[in-house]
């Protein structure tokens, strides 16, 4: 389902609007970004009932604290860090997590390239989509987030880290090993000749958009 083009007022002037006490205007806000939520929802949690919820919730807790909304940053940026905030809590739920983050004061760079391309890279089939999202689903959140948020949705390095809370070297060491990881799973699964079972959403995810981007420095 394609999302509403931000026609008409901006963001920022729906949400004065809706801070003034109009419905409407916080209904628009609504219908613009709910795609947007549940597309990145449902790439987080897999589930599709769970992504649903997930996404209601992350508008009730937007409708809450709208009188609190920063104005410097993007109603995106805010929406994002709500939703992937309440698919790393329910993540975590399901799964213990060893900690590999790498420490906030950590310097240096790491090469983000990985041997070859994604296997996602320029496949359409579901099927593979299907694959793709198995093996992102086997990530700890931490680094489930952050490929979701670059591989999926195109996201630069800077927002990425302003959403998840976290530095830019951070994310993008998270970024390097999720990445490992997943070619690391995608290896295992392929040799082990593993069909992941289909997901009836398999084809919101664009997998031949994964590089839409180019890699910040």
Same mark, same amino acid.
């Given at each position: 389902?394609a999302? $509403? /083009? @931000?026609q008409?007022?901006? *963001?920022?002037?729906? $949400?004065? @609007?809706a ?5 409407a205007a916080?209904e @628009?806000?609504v219908r ?5 939520? =549940?597309?990145? %929802?449902?790439?987080?949690?897999s589930? /599709?009932? *769970?992504?649903?919820d997930l996404?209601?919730?992350?508008? $009730? ?9 920063d ?5 995106? &940026?805010? =929406?994002?860090?709500?939703v992937?905030?309440l698919?790393?809590?329910t993540?975590?739920?399901r799964?213990p ?5 790498a ?6 760079e790491?090469e ?7 296997p996602?890279?320029? =496949? ?6 299907s694959q793709?999202?198995? #093996?992102i689903?086997?990530? @700890?959140?931490?680094?489930? &987030? +952050?490929m +979701?948020?670059?591989e999926?949705?195109g996201? /630069? #390095?800077?927002?990425?880290a302003? $959403?998840?809370?976290? &530095?830019? +070297? ?8 999720g990445?490992k990881?997943?070619?690391d799973e ?7 000749? %593993?069909?992941?079972r289909?997901h009836p959403e398999?084809?919101? +995810?664009? /997998?031949?958009?994964t590089?839409?981007?180019?890699e910040?420095?």
């Amino acid at each position: 389902m394609a999302e $509403i /083009p @931000a026609q008409g007022p901006g *963001d920022h002037e729906l $949400i004065r @609007a809706a801070q003034a006490g109009s419905e409407a205007a916080f209904e @628009a806000l609504v219908r613009r970004h709910e795609n947007r939520a =549940l597309r990145v %929802a449902r790439n987080l949690v897999s589930n /599709p009932e *769970d992504a649903r919820d997930l996404a209601q919730e992350a508008f $009730i807790r937007v409708f809450k604290s709208l009188e609190r909304f920063d104005f410097r940053h993007e109603f995106t &940026t805010w =929406l994002y860090r709500i939703v992937t905030n309440l698919a790393i809590d329910t993540l975590r739920k399901r799964r213990p997590q060893v900690s590999t983050a790498a420490p906030e004061d950590e310097e240096g760079e790491w090469e983000l390239a990985v041997d070859g391309e994604l296997p996602s890279e320029g =496949l359409e089939r579901e099927e593979t989509v299907s694959q793709v999202r198995a #093996c992102i689903d086997r990530l @700890a959140p931490h680094f489930r &987030t +952050v490929m +979701v948020l670059r591989e999926l949705e195109g996201l /630069p #390095c800077t927002e990425i880290a302003r $959403i998840v809370g976290a &530095t830019h +070297v951070t994310v993008r060491w998270r970024l390097h090993r999720g990445r490992k990881l997943f070619q690391d799973e995608w290896s295992r699964m392929q040799g082990a000749g %593993a069909k992941p079972r289909q997901h009836p959403e398999a084809r919101s +995810v664009r /997998p031949s958009e994964t590089t839409s981007r180019p890699e910040e420095g």
